[in-house]
């Protein structure tokens, strides 16, 4: 089994590598995107210390993480079905949750690069004594917010998914939750400058669970660790049921 899940992580590396290349100028131009938001958010709300900058540049960065991630589980079926490889994928040897783990482990590692790219412009342009100031406050509580909150988006995205075997265009509105979560998850627009009706909204948001948890400290923990694991459920249940329902009805291999 072990050596079944590495040769489908290896063809799903060759398959980003290949995406890589051949379109590597609309990865650029959407890196170039990103960065515009992130001068936005420096001139709409000024930075004045240390947390704050490594707040916002963390919160960012795991933001992009997970906009590729989810956006990715979001369209990975339609794109498939169009080019009509998506019932040769299934018909591989590696079990479906060899394929979708592959593709999300493929995904978080290519990403890096361009996360990499990002953050290291976005720290110079912050300043890097100033960064460095916040750094060492924050350390622990990023790195464990982040992954949790990763883990949630995971959730998120695969919850997508799910829903994209029966509603084959939902994927068309991840860009619109995604967008949503990066201008309302509190390092885009300060947390108090939301109303009360998004700060409900963000109760359901491993991502504003995660800038919370950056802001407040540990005593966030539970209810980010709450968020995250009942997305990662509910992601699971709908697939779960979703592909079931694609297999019976004969629905898993069209577009419309």
Not at 153 to 166: E, F, H, Y
Not at 215 to 231: D, H, K, Q, R, V
Request: net charge positive; aromatic share 16%.
């Amino acid at each position: 089994m072990a050596r079944n899940f590495g040769n489908t992580l290896y063809a799903f590396f060759i398959k980003k590598k290949a995406e890589y290349r051949r379109y590597w100028l609309d990865f650029a131009v959407g890196l170039a995107i990103k960065f515009i938001f992130f001068l936005g958010t420096l001139y709409a709300s000024p930075i004045h210390t240390g947390s704050e900058a490594v707040i916002r540049l963390f919160g960012f960065s795991i933001w992009y993480l997970c906009a590729h991630v989810v956006s990715k589980l979001g369209n990975t079926v339609i794109e498939e079905a169009y080019l009509g490889t998506l019932e040769q994928v299934l018909s591989t040897r590696a079990r479906p949750w060899q394929l979708v783990f592959g593709l999300i482990v493929a995904e978080i590692l290519f990403s890096f690069l361009w996360i990499a790219i990002f953050f290291v412009m976005a720290v110079l342009i912050v300043g890097v004594h100033h960064f460095w100031s916040g750094l060492v406050t924050h350390s622990s509580s990023l790195l464990i917010f982040g992954i949790i909150s990763l883990i949630g988006m995971i959730g998120v995205g695969l919850t997508i998914l799910g829903l994209s075997l029966r509603f084959k265009h939902v994927g068309s509105i991840t860009e619109v939750l995604l967008y949503y979560l990066l201008v309302f998850s509190g390092f885009f627009l300060p947390p108090q400058f939301l109303p009360d009706f998004l700060h409900a909204l963000n109760a359901l948001s491993p991502l504003a669970w995660a800038v919370k948890g950056m802001n407040e400290g540990w005593s966030a923990l539970p209810p980010a660790i709450m968020s995250s694991t009942a997305w990662i459920l509910l992601g699971m249940l709908i697939l779960i049921t979703q592909w079931n329902w694609a297999r019976q009805s004969g629905r898993l291999g069209t577009y419309v």
